[in-house]
């Protein structure tokens, strides 16, 4: 027969067609003759489904957008819209807990849970009174935690807690934190979930001060069962060995096996007439669990204070001198390795740093059995609290994991990692701010004008990718760039614009400035710390959400 010589090279979706005199149209009918008829849409449901289960939350949707059979697997499929719901709302599985109901009915939870921060009742809420004697007050892991370090006092109680959470209710009295002769409490930090306290003295020289950290069980006076030894030892700043050291404000955090230290130090240097005091802070890390000792130190010298977190298990980041610079302390025999610096479009002054703990994935089993997920720290919020003037910077923390090996060479320009990643708040008065995992609590002025206001209405801020999705009418939804407009005596004036995206909803009561002294959030509740007049009386009111 007249026609083609048609070779076929069946590589799944196409063949080479050789022509010699058939007529072209011909050569078409063959060529659509021989080519498959369904794609994907052969393949079995099952298939499908296991083909998809593989894939990240982005990809699920980006399938299930382009292809007929992928969206009908996905919209059919509780488990991938789990895993999307999952992953949309920035969380990650507890290890070891089993949810045995049905994947349709968490789910549903899922979604529920995220909804009923949108329809949020602030008339409706449980009071705890509070002891007064403390000036530091916090909330975290379902506890409420005071310190007052010129009495030598502690205290840690559980706040109204569920049936099946763990708690640990203890009291100190003076001389009961630390029983080390002649030393002096600098702070303290506890962590119910890995039923841990640790605390940080002094025992002072003639000429010098010596610094350690005694860790115990939280719920009993005796060793921790988990530390490689009862007490941490302290490194002097980077450069100053032999240096007389004077410590004079120190602040400790934890986060899993990590211990970190900040602490601001006045060192003198020189001899005789010659003698001056330099300021700088001091940042040191150990795992607590494996060793006493760490070479995991850095100094850094500035007069405005420096404000650090942990990013996950092996990253820390130290935000000073206007820049925001991440670490790796993986090892921590070594002096932590610098991954990247991201520079900042403000001044920051006075800075302080909020990413909580209490919801992330150093959970112990006995609390990850009520609790069967956790944020997840590559998609979580950090909050900077910078002073002079109050400016919240909200950042997303996926800008912090995706960073190259060459990032640590040359600092990032705010212009490349900003603007996307962060929204920031300016208060010319006063704040209240708090984070957990995507969800933002503010408290912002009454009216206009934040100098002359003595009320406070909160704002929640939901900045996970599905917020519009789970808000189903409610709240606000905010896309459009917000700006705010710097100008000083120093400095040429900006105009600087942030975007990132999130869905906000506005308390119908409203809070006396005199009264509200604090406030926190958690993945369950809402705490808000109030006191009267004549501060007399505190007390905590607990929104259950």
Request: glycine fraction near 4%; include cysteine; aromatic fraction near 10%.
């Amino acid at each position: 027969m007249l026609g083609a010589r048609i070779v076929s090279m069946t590589s799944h979706s196409y063949q080479m067609v050789e022509t010699t005199t058939c007529p072209s149209h011909l050569v078409k009918r063959v060529v659509h003759e021989m080519q498959p008829k369904a794609g994907v849409q052969i393949l079995a449901e099952e298939l499908l489904f296991y083909i998809m289960s593989f894939l990240s939350c982005r990809d699920i949707l980006r399938c299930a957008s382009v292809c007929k059979a992928f969206r009908q697997t996905y919209m059919y499929s509780s488990e991938l819209r789990y895993i999307v719901e999952f992953s949309g709302q920035g969380l990650l599985p507890v290890p070891n807990t089993h949810d045995h109901s049905p994947i349709f009915r968490r789910l549903q939870l899922l979604r529920d849970k995220a909804h009923a921060w949108f329809n949020v009742d602030f008339h409706s809420f449980e009071t705890v009174t509070v002891e007064s004697y403390s000036e530091q007050k916090y909330v975290a892991d379902g506890h409420l935690y005071l310190w007052d370090q010129e009495e030598d006092l502690a205290t840690i109680v559980p706040i109204l807690p569920k049936p099946s959470q763990q708690t640990i209710q203890r009291n100190w009295s003076p001389g009961t934190l630390c029983s080390v002769p002649n030393s002096t409490n600098l702070d303290v930090f506890m962590d119910p979930a890995q039923n841990l306290k640790a605390v940080v003295y002094k025992v002072d020289h003639e000429s010098d001060e010596t610094l350690y950290i005694d860790l115990e069980a939280l719920d009993r006076d005796s060793a921790h069962p988990h530390a490689a030894e009862r007490t941490l030892y302290l490194s002097a700043p980077p450069g100053y060995d032999d240096n007389r050291v004077q410590t004079t404000s120190a602040k400790l955090r934890g986060f899993g096996r990590h211990i970190a230290l900040q602490r601001s130090v006045e060192v003198a240097v020189g001899h005789g007439v010659g003698i001056y005091h330099e300021n700088m802070w001091q940042l040191q890390i150990w795992d607590w669990q494996h060793s006493t000792t760490s070479n995991s130190v850095l100094g850094v010298t500035t007069v405005h204070g420096i404000g650090f977190c942990f990013l996950g298990n092996n990253r820390i980041l130290v935000v000073a001198n206007n820049s925001l610079k991440l670490y790796s302390i993986e090892d921590i025999s070594q002096t932590p390795r610098l991954l990247a610096s991201f520079l900042s479009p403000l001044p920051l002054s006075y800075i302080q740093c909020l990413l909580p703990m209490d919801d992330t994935e150093h959970r112990s089993l006995s609390h990850a059995q009520e609790t069967m997920y956790t944020s997840d720290a590559k998609h979580r919020l950090i909050c900077l609290i910078a002073s002079f003037p109050t400016r919240i910077f909200i950042i997303s923390t996926r800008v912090f994991f995706n960073v190259d090996g060459t990032a640590a060479a040359t600092p990032i320009p705010w212009n490349h990692w900003g603007p996307s990643n962060a929204r920031i708040f300016e208060h010319h008065y006063s704040c209240k701010v708090h984070v957990c995992g995507n969800r933002v609590l503010q408290a912002f002025p009454v009216g206009t004008s934040d100098s002359n206001s003595n009320e406070y209405v909160l704002h929640i801020m939901d900045f996970s990718p599905l917020a519009v999705t789970n808000r189903r009418g409610l709240g606000r939804v905010v896309k459009e760039a917000s700006t705010i407009n710097v100008t000083g005596k120093f400095m040429e004036s900006l105009t600087i614009s942030t975007s990132l995206p999130y869905v906000e909803v506005v308390s119908d009561r409203k809070f006396s400035f005199d009264k509200l002294k604090a406030m926190w959030i958690d993945k369950d509740r809402i705490y808000l710390l109030n006191t009267n007049w004549m501060r007399t009386l505190t007390t905590l009111e607990v929104i259950d959400v």
